[in-house]
């Protein structure tokens, strides 16, 4: 693909413009996004990366009984077996197909916003975002993936009906959120964690209210609707798996020549991860490490916002609920890629609401070296990709290091 055709894909994304000026450092971005987004998952295609870690979670199924996370392995006893050899690049080129639309997404509702170039180029590559499933290839396969995409098309479709000032169309996109949220639990239950962080945006923005959830029709549906989502979540955090139901779940996908993973033998889950948590926290190093991240993650989509500082403080609280995961379980460096997913849909969807025909801002020299140097930032560093990581460990270094060794 030649320069010319790069820099017209790039500025039709809204990621340069487009002008007859040759720019080294332009291209140069274009080709280093492109290698964090598809060079890894690639790898993982060839390789199949087939580590139980990675895949586990897609084979639960109902065959021996209820269990968490076991609708997808349903959905994937239906593939005819002449694709039993190939299930795991489907689910790899699956995933990378969602992050590309996560991305496309999201630079659509910057569009929406009239977001800067460079707050574009900082989001992709942000650490907890989009590199980091695919600079992990193990992480390639991870379900928040796909609620990573639905979050962002809910987000995009709540901004354009709060431009429209249309009430009616939020209500009806936030009953049809519900709707679909059973299914998203069933499939990965952290969805809850997006729902509610959503829900009380909606309701601390004034879009919806506890008259409207209690007299109206379609309150009530949705009041309804929110119950039964809560109800199978606690449902899935209180799950007792007896052997001979993981038996029949490991009897039932043998087909796909997969290695048992100690996400099947859990027979309280919750309790099992939460020692492994209480492990971690003893860890002093492992710790630090990932408060950092965690911070800095946190800082940076705060910082790409100065215009609504109060209104970013209002979605950080609104998100903060999500960290109950880190007690919970010990995949910490997901739980803060997912708590930077919903405080930046969140952002986004607040920012709408105080500035709904903002412009963007690219006279400002006072921004500038913040915005290179958080630039800077994100194109070197990375999250752990490991329980117990070392510093070094949080650079990309790393990972181009294991691509091309």
């Not at 820099?7 to 964090?36: E, W």
């Not at 993973?261 to 492994?276: I, Q």
């Not at 998100?319 to 405080?343: H, M």
């Not at 006072?366 to 290179?372: C, E, G, H, T």
Request: aromatic residues 14%.
């Amino acid at each position: 693909m030649s320069y010319i055709s790069i820099q017209r894909v790039m500025a039709n994304l809204g990621l340069f413009p487009l002008d007859k000026k040759t720019h080294v450092g332009k291209i140069l971005l274009s080709l280093y996004l492109a290698f964090c987004v598809c060079a890894p998952s690639i790898y993982y295609l060839v390789n199949y990366g087939k580590s139980s870690y990675s895949y586990a979670e897609y084979f639960a199924n109902y065959r021996g009984g209820f269990v968490r996370r076991g609708i997808s392995g349903q959905i994937l006893l239906f593939i005819p077996k002449q694709f039993d050899a190939y299930i795991f690049p489907i689910l790899a080129g699956l995933s990378l197909l969602a992050i590309i639309s996560s991305i496309l997404i999201l630079l659509s509702i910057c569009k929406i916003s009239n977001l800067n170039t460079s707050i574009k180029w900082i989001l992709l590559l942000h650490p907890a975002l989009f590199t980091f499933y695919t600079l992990i290839p193990g992480v390639l396969l991870k379900k928040e993936i796909f609620l990573n995409l639905i979050f962002l098309i809910i987000i995009r479709r709540l901004i354009l009906q709060k431009k429209k000032i249309n009430n009616l169309g939020i209500q009806t996109t936030f009953l049809t959120l519900l709707s679909i949220s059973p299914f998203l639990i069933l499939f990965q239950e952290v969805w809850i964690f997006y729902l509610f962080s959503l829900t009380l945006a909606l309701v601390s923005d004034g879009l919806l209210n506890l008259p409207w959830f209690l007299k109206s029709h379609l309150g009530r549906i949705c009041s309804l609707l929110l119950f039964l989502n809560l109800f199978l979540y606690i449902k899935m955090m209180t799950l007792r798996v007896e052997m001979s139901t993981v038996d029949k779940q490991l009897k039932a996908v043998s087909r796909f020549d997969i290695t048992p993973d100690p996400f099947f033998y859990s027979s309280n889950p919750y309790r099992t991860m939460h020692t492994e948590v209480m492990y971690k926290f003893t860890n002093t190093n492992t710790t630090m490490i990932y408060t950092f991240c965690l911070l800095s993650s946190i800082l940076i989509i705060w910082k790409l916002f100065p215009e609504i500082r109060n209104k970013a403080q209002k979605s950080l609280m609104l998100a903060c609920p999500t960290l109950v995961l880190f007690l919970i379980a010990s995949d910490w460096s997901r739980w803060i890629s997912i708590i930077s997913f919903i405080f930046l849909g969140l952002l986004l969807l607040q920012r709408q609401s105080q500035f709904p025909n903002l412009k963007p801002s690219t006279k400002d020299k006072a921004l500038i070296p913040i915005k290179v140097f958080m630039l800077i930032s994100v194109a070197i560093f990375q999250l752990p990709s490991t329980n117990e990581p070392e510093w070094y460990e949080i650079l990309k270094l790393k990972s181009f290091i294991n691509f091309f060794a």
